[in-house]
């Protein structure tokens, strides 16, 4: 069995409805986040669920708004777990400076608490294990395999794929089309996709805005990785921008010019389940 659930479907643009980058996958008993963009926690707690419950994170890159509240997973699940429990996180490599200068930022407060509460007698961590290519946790027969993707100049990316029993389910950050993503997807029953509009984001007369059209995945070019993978459901997410209310067939219509499966604009806590 796997449930994918969408936690946070936002992107750097805030908006009062999504949360940031974020998707839980529960397979076979295993809980695995993907990204810890803005809120997670908040969010990971309306999908049932805590920091201290999960298997592993598993990030697909290190851009802000796919790990900015990793201080919050880490400090959540520290208070919360009675016994010492360090978090496994996986990502690209550059993984472990980022999570030691984390760690490194929550050194006073976790000096408040430990003076504060006498059973609380050790310090957060993490365990981590940098991937690019290949298996990237493994837990009894739910296995997580990475393909590096393409998102440059943000280097490495990578996106996973999850597999429990006859199930497959591809997680994709920010990229664009490329022959990893490609072999992440292969016959995926659920594939996520971090999307933008093209055509919106050339409207905005900003050059800030502007820089973002070539390194993501539109929803044409989602559709397109969707059809070649032959997948069976495509999960846009983390639009770009946040789509204006009533504008949400759009986004759906535009990627389904190319993939004739089912297609979801995503929004926080929307969920599937495989059985
Ligand atoms: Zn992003
Ligand atoms: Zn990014």
Known sequence: MIEVVTLGTGSPIPDPTRAGAATLVRADGKQLLFDCGRAVVMRLAGAGS?????????LTHLHSDHTTDLNDVITTRWIMSPVESPLPVVGPP????????????????????RDHHADLNWDPSCAVAEVLDGVAWEADGV???????????????????????????????DTVPCEGLDRICEGADVYVQTVLRDDLVRAVP????????????????????AANAGVKTL??????????????AQWIEAAAEHFHGEIVLAHDLWSTTLT
């Open 50 to 58: 805590l920091p201290m419950l999960l298997d592993a994170l598993l």
């Open 143 to 173: 296995r997580v395999t990475a393909a590096p993707t393409d998102h440059r100049p943000v280097s490495p990316t990578i996106g996973y794929r999850v597999e429990a029993g006859a199930h497959v389910v591809a997680i994709a950050g």
């Open 235 to 248: 999960v846009l997410t983390h639009p770009v921008p946040p789509p204006a209310p009533g504008t949400e």
């Open 206 to 225: 900003s050059p800030r805005f502007q820089d973002i059209l070539d390194y993501h995945s539109t929803c044409a070019d989602a559709g397109r990785t």
């Open 94 to 113: 550059g993984t472990e400076r980022v999570v030691d200068r984390t760690l490194a930022m929550l050194t006073d407060d976790v000096g408040y608490r």
